[in-house]
């Protein structure tokens, strides 16, 4: 699965990954984690910095919650310059989300956006417990998934955790630029669940309604 495909000159030449092989990357990262065979744990090895100090190339974008428990680079055992991360409790996509998201894919390519939610989410519960005034600006984006929830059979907090990640999957793949990168077969748009009771990210499937909850 990686990535790099020959030596012209003595230079390694490294193609990007299509979104297929980015996913499957982070998911064998995800099992590494798990079970403890990481392959990143020097992060500041001093080659690897020197070679992003004029550049980097994400293989991958996650729009994650900013809880301490949910760090992206950690949980997918990547190195620094792997995962373009943007972060913001409750993991949802507002007008500066998306411009850091419009940055990474049009600019960087990277080929795949993962929405990740995760298990016992505080700025969900808040809103499930309108006790969201000290945030109005992420309550307001996570109300529908909340709304969507209350009609479903199960875990309300789960539901509405993952109706949030489908709603904001969703709410991506209606932006120009992404449908764009997504008919050139450049990119892809997945959500997932982070359990943190035992560090599995579950991949969710996109329901046709977004309301609707689904699973791969
Ligand atoms: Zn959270």
Redesign the pocket.
């Known amino acids: 699965m990686i990535l790099i495909c020959g030596a012209l000159f003595g230079e390694e030449i490294i193609k990007r990954p299509t979104p297929q092989e980015a996913l499957h990357k982070l998911i064998a990262g995800n099992i590494r984690a798990i079970e403890d065979q990481i392959e990143h744990p020097n992060h500041f090895k001093e080659s690897k910095l020197l070679a992003l100090v004029n550049k980097q190339e994400p293989f991958a974008v996650i729009v994650a919650?900013?809880?301490s428990r949910?760090s992206p680079e950690i949980l997918f055992d990547q190195g620094i310059g792997d995962l373009f991360v943007v972060r913001i409790?409750?993991?949802v996509v507002g007008l500066i989300e998306l411009e850091s998201i419009h940055y990474a894919v049009t600019q960087l390519k990277a080929p795949i956006i993962v929405v990740m939610?995760?298990e016992?989410?505080?700025?969900?519960q808040a809103v499930l417990k309108n006790q969201d005034q000290t945030m109005p600006e992420i309550g307001a984006l996570i109300r529908p998934a909340v709304e969507c929830a209350k009609g479903e059979k199960g875990d309300l907090l789960q539901n509405a955790i993952e109706a949030n990640v489908n709603l904001v999957v969703h709410q991506l793949k209606e932006m120009d630029f992404i449908k764009k990168a997504m008919q050139a077969g450049d990119l892809e748009v997945v959500g997932s669940y982070y359990q943190l009771q035992n560090g599995v990210v579950r991949l969710l499937m996109e329901p046709s309604n977004p309301c609707v909850k689904g699973e791969l």
């Not at 016992?120 to 969900?124: K, V």
């Open positions: 919650c900013s809880d949910v409790a409750g993991n939610g995760h016992n989410c505080g700025a969900i």
